[in-house]
């Protein structure tokens, strides 16, 4: 929303046309921000928007505690109306069945004209040719991403060169910073496991056959019941599930727990302490 | 220190190449950051930058209450320290003789090796050859910025061209949404200048022939005090005062407060509520 990148570029470029950069640059402050999924990301995210004095909401099936809502400076609305009165809206859900695409055409469309849109989650989430749309026809104002469908993203992907588009090649969890943090953890999974010790519950993700990561297990059983749904004819159009069902469905399922109880064997799959933005991205979802 | 340019560029021009782009990106998160002038402006910085984890020092020569630092989420240390020590240094001071030039070949060779530092004050604060030495030379990871000397920068200026810099044309505060607030508060001077009425304490710097903003008061006195230094013979370079002696008069120094009793005729000078990264720009020292 600051038009930084033609900003940058005049810089470069030798120029020095303030008009011409200042007709496309907002500021943040003041704005109305809507988070999509408040799981850990979304509320970490959420914590560091606060004291921009934005003006803050988020869809969740489950709605967060008071304490929740109050530390992370926002508060629950319906999805209906986060989508059509935000002037920023962040997606920090994870790629299942429902939010495969959910933002669709007619949900980026319905979107404040003028709006930005951040997705830090998965590139499938946002229809790829709906976004283009959205952003050369001038309804959306900017996108800003890092995440691509699919990845590594051809040369051709047309987010490459769609209009006012801020977006990097999933490198925002590639830091040297994380990248320690992941060997550090990796290291002491495989230590564990090689000394017949417990792997740390936050570190599960497979035990014994079975997901024990909430998160994880969330995103397989949606996967599995979009699996038995796919045999059945193909809905029309007026059939299918409104963005409010659809999300509802999606956007904070609850998986169970991980058991905290003794289990052997475990299997030494690690869940990565993704860092993204200086973020630990832990369980997307709670 | 995410190395943003380079990963959009690569989006732009059709690669996908992570570990080109991940050799130069670190995490905010946990890093030390040092903030030279905490007057309004380094306080607004430091509430916005506390959500991020980081361990967070200021420099100003009247130290803040602990009240106030506890809601800043930084702490006091002494300016030497500051340099030397910090990840990121962050310049929210005003341009005053005994800033101009302060972060000069010594200060910023004297800064951590790979540390960045970070300038939306005033351009001449920092010398310009001895920035792009120490870019070049590696001692310095990065540089962010987005002030100039002088303004506009000409084609030509180094800063330009200088590795791993992520300036703007001094367009921070020049976003639409500024523009208005400039506009709304020139029109209330304006209109309580023509109806004989008073003008806003916040927005006076000058009255009667007298500057009464303290902001300004204290850049004219230390101005005043340089012309009479300079009458003086030159001064050896042993002779300079060290990087604490000038820091210290300058980080902070205090002018008095605006009158509140009734003063006629007003100047009608208007103090511009300078918007800046989704700050407001009000009085830079207090």
Not at 264 to 276: A, G, I, W
């Amino acid at each position: 929303m600051r038009n930084f990148v033609p900003q940058y570029n005049q810089v470069v470029n030798g120029e020095w046309d303030i008009a011409g950069l200042a007709k496309r640059s907002y500021d943040l402050e003041g704005k109305t921000v809507g988070i999509y999924g408040a799981g850990a990301i979304g509320q970490l995210v959420a914590m560091r928007l606060k004291p921009f004095d934005v003006k803050m909401y988020y869809y969740k099936r489950s709605r967060l505690s008071n304490t929740e809502e109050a530390v992370c400076g926002f508060r629950y609305v319906r999805l209906d109306d986060m989508m059509a009165h935000c002037d920023v809206i962040v997606i920090e859900a994870p790629l299942t069945p429902e939010t495969e695409g959910l933002f669709d055409r007619d949900v980026l469309f319905g979107m404040k004209k003028g709006a930005w849109l951040v997705n830090t989650a998965r590139g499938a989430i946002v229809d790829r040719d709906a976004l283009v749309e959205a952003l050369e026809e001038g309804h959306l104002a900017g996108y800003a991403g890092d995440v691509w469908d699919p990845e590594p993203a051809p040369p051709d992907h047309p987010w490459r060169t769609m209009p006012h588009h801020m977006m990097t090649p999933h490198t925002a969890g590639t830091t040297l910073d994380a990248q320690k943090h992941y060997a550090e953890d990796t290291r002491r999974c495989l230590e564990a496991f090689f000394a017949g010790e417990e792997i740390e519950d936050d570190h599960l993700i497979v035990e014994g056959g079975e997901i024990v990561s909430g998160t994880y297990k969330a995103i397989y059983e949606a996967s599995e019941s979009q699996s038995s749904t796919e045999r059945l004819p193909t809905s029309t159009r007026a059939d299918r599930p409104s963005v409010r069902d659809r999300a509802a469905s999606a956007a904070s399922s609850r998986g169970s727990p991980a058991n905290g109880a003794a289990r052997t064997p475990r299997t030494s799959t690690v869940e990565q302490n993704h860092s993204s933005h200086g973020m630990r991205w832990c369980k997307m979802l709670e």
